[in-house]
């Protein structure tokens, strides 16, 4: 096992509070309470071909956080989740009978699909939005976010994974996002993003099935790649066990409603199994 998912999985027993001025103190309280929603959300939706992640599932804090020093309507962007992301996930988890695993508290907390030790996985400054309550982290306060959140929601993958390799059970990993139409004033021109890590075998299925359709734009490593450091998730999950994996990212503005994502699922939906067909495992059947 490597050294920083040694340290992910250590137990803290300190505890990191407000951070409403950016001073951020160390408290006595956990993160999160017993009465907050836990870490892992597990969809248990069949035993198809795919395991279905969604790291920035949700905009929630953790009580013990307050709003981190920003004003409610920062929670909505996309500093703070990807919008339509969970509800594409649950779609194509329902729709091709396979499981997912949310995460269920806002990438500003930590970001589930960065290494723990980079700076951006506990981000000061997102987009051009400063985060008062991440400045100024001591190591106790950092691991404690390791500690509650990051590591549960990987520990619960990493489980479901070698439930299903113990048991032969044929596994694509998915992971899906949102992005922005603009980026500090650059304009995104595509529709949909395939990204991938250093085995592409899947995610060259995917742009061919999906860059069929003439009206769609369709990025390959874009809008971000594995030089941005997004491909943890399916780089641990699917390249380091040798499974084939795809990160999918879709404009946010095309899933604002949901007429908007039951289309995206259906589009997804019919490229991976065209997909999974293709490189050998076994006929998915779409309810």
Known sequence: MSQHRKQARRSG????ANGLAGAAREAATPLLASDEPPVVDLQDSGNGPFVFLCEHASNRLP?????LGLPAEALTRHIAWDPGAAAMTLGLATRLGSPAILQSYSRLVIDC??????????????????????????????QQRVDAIWAPFHAAIDDLVATRIAARTPTVIVTLHSFTPVYRGLPRPWHVGIISSGERSFAEAML??????????????????ARDHVDYTIRRHGFDRGLPHVMIEVRNDLVQSATDVAAWVDRLAAALVECATATGLPPTQED
């Open 13 to 16: 027993d300190r505890v990191m």
């Open 63 to 67: 009580k013990a956080l307050g709003d």
């Open 113 to 142: 699909n960065r290494e723990p030790g980079l700076p951006d996985a506990i981000t000061t400054l997102s987009e051009d939005t400063e985060i008062p309550g991440n400045r100024d982290l001591g190591p106790a306060a950092r």
């Open 208 to 225: 061919s099935a999906l860059r069929r359709d003439a009206a769609l734009e369709v990025g390959d490593d874009e809008p971000y790649s």
